[in-house]
């Protein structure tokens, strides 16, 4: 089946513009995180749905990031009035949620972020 | 809150040599641990998971990986680098209660002809 898919691949945006980011997840899977990836910061996780709630949005850097998912599918996350410190690649995974067990979280390829 | 370290920023080998990727992390219970190989332009792929049990645990791609609890470390090997090797990887922690990974910085891997 198909793996966790992200669009657009690419975005070049202007400082202070506001984008969007969207997520589609493996079918089935309840559980879907976005993460960062930065030059300088490494790979950071921003938040956890479970379902359409977020249970753990302690990664979100400001309150400039805000994410929503519908019908316990497609995520996006959004970023108002981008900085030049947004740019990253912004990553996406989901995975099965069965009791309390730790199941392996599958990644989409990623956004890449560039803010002019 | 748990943290990984990943000491080599980057590592250079010889193909068919063997190696050793490490990684040391910080939590205060048994940790769920993770590998990941990230190539170029592409998303993160698991090589491997420790949960529990045998603290040697194979993954694909001819990888392995030990849990050793008393020097908190969850090193990478592999008997003999493949070209295709050649990708960055990094090292990933899980807590009980918390369904965020928590990642190391990554280790770059560059095989040499």
């Known amino acids: 089946g198909a793996g966790v898919s992200q669009s657009p691949s690419n975005k070049v945006t202007e400082k202070g513009k506001d984008v969007e980011l969207r997520c589609d997840p493996i079918?089935?899977?309840?559980?879907l995180y976005w993460y960062r990836q930065s030059l300088g910061q490494g790979l950071e996780f921003l938040i956890y749905?479970?379902?359409?709630?977020?249970?753990?949005k302690s990664g979100l850097p400001s309150d400039r990031f805000s994410a929503e998912r519908t019908g316990g599918s497609v995520s996006t996350l959004t970023i108002q009035r981008t900085q030049q410190e947004d740019s990253a690649v912004y990553l996406c995974?989901?995975?099965?949620?069965?009791?309390?067990?730790?199941?392996?979280?599958?990644f989409g390829p990623g956004t890449r972020l560039t803010v002019l | 809150a748990q943290s990984v370290t990943q000491p080599d920023i980057h590592i250079t080998v010889s193909e068919g040599a063997s190696l050793e990727l490490r990684c040391n992390y910080s939590y205060g219970a048994t940790p769920y641990l993770f590998w990941y190989v990230q190539s170029p332009g592409q998303g993160l792929q698991l090589l491997l998971k420790y949960f529990s049990g045998d603290t040697l645990v194979q993954g694909i791609k001819g990888f392995e990986a030990e849990f050793k609890r008393s020097q908190s470390s969850f090193n990478l090997r592999k008997p003999s680098v493949h070209w295709s090797d050649a990708a960055e990887y990094f090292c990933?922690?899980?807590?009980?209660?918390?369904?965020?990974?928590?990642f190391g910085s990554g280790t770059r891997l560059q095989v040499q002809p």
């Open positions: 995974a989901s995975s099965l949620v069965m009791g309390m067990t730790y199941n392996e979280q599958f």
């Open positions: 990933a922690v899980g807590a009980k209660g918390r369904r965020a990974l928590t």
């Open positions: 749905f479970q379902g359409n709630s977020a249970p753990d």
């Open positions: 079918s089935g899977h309840t559980a």
